[in-house]
């Protein structure tokens, strides 16, 4: 036989140069993924900066009368964005939806689905058993007076409103927090007479002097 000189262990004489091509793509692919896990980080965490204005309309809701655990579903609020914006991109962006001092309702980052003309975005989780059920952000331009303006519409389950067992009415602070932009405005909350377990949003109210997500 005259074949070629057979390396010890049988090894390719390649072997070292594969092993640093490899040890290399395995390098690189770690840099991305560190690249990658460190800008979602930064956008999750984003602090509003963009200050727009939320429109309100009346809506209702149900609350357990005894502890104030409540249920409320929102149409069509209007989200205008400050004019200084960069803009918004609800598929990519944490969403929160904050109400009063302690409420901060997360919808994450890639958990929202854009129609094909970039311009409907929609999220529906019918399980959740509290938190946010469903969410859709419509972009409208007839009307606008601001950059962009938006048709908010939002159903939140099992929220802290223990504020209605014993006060009617009370004005709340609420947002909504898209990355690094928002919409807010105190909201009047009222449960009739105190008695059953019928809410009310009413309308926007103006005695809430900070914003308690923006500390």
């Not at 409320?72 to 990519?92: A, E, F, Q």
């Not at 946010?132 to 409103?161: E, N, W």
């Not at 009617?168 to 928002?182: E, H, K, R």
Request: proline share 7%.
């Amino acid at each position: 036989m005259t074949g070629q000189p057979v390396p010890a262990c049988g090894r390719s004489p390649l072997g070292p140069r594969l092993s640093a091509m490899r040890l290399g793509r395995r390098a690189t692919l770690l840099a991305a993924v560190l690249v990658a896990v460190a800008g979602r980080s930064w956008a999750q965490n984003a602090t509003p900066i963009f200050h727009g204005v939320l429109g309100i309309r009346p809506a209702v809701g149900t609350i357990e009368k005894n502890v104030g655990i409540a249920n409320i579903k929102i149409k069509r609020w209007d989200l205008v964005l400050d004019p200084t914006s960069n803009g918004i991109s609800p598929p990519t962006e944490q969403i929160v939806i904050a109400v009063g001092d302690s409420e901060r309702l997360v919808v994450q980052a890639g958990s929202v689905r854009a129609s094909r003309n970039g311009k409907r975005f929609s999220f529906n989780d019918p399980k959740t058993p509290r938190g946010v059920r469903s969410l859709k952000i419509v972009q409208y331009t007839r009307g606008c007076l601001g950059l962009a303006c938006y048709k908010v519409s939002f159903a939140l389950v099992k929220i802290d409103l223990s504020t209605l067992v014993l006060e009617s009415p009370v004005c709340t602070p609420m947002a909504i927090i898209i990355g690094d932009d928002d919409g807010f405005s105190g909201v009047q909350l009222a449960r009739p007479g105190l008695v059953g377990s019928k809410i009310r949003v009413q309308s926007s109210c103006n005695d809430v002097n900070n914003w308690p997500w923006l500390s």
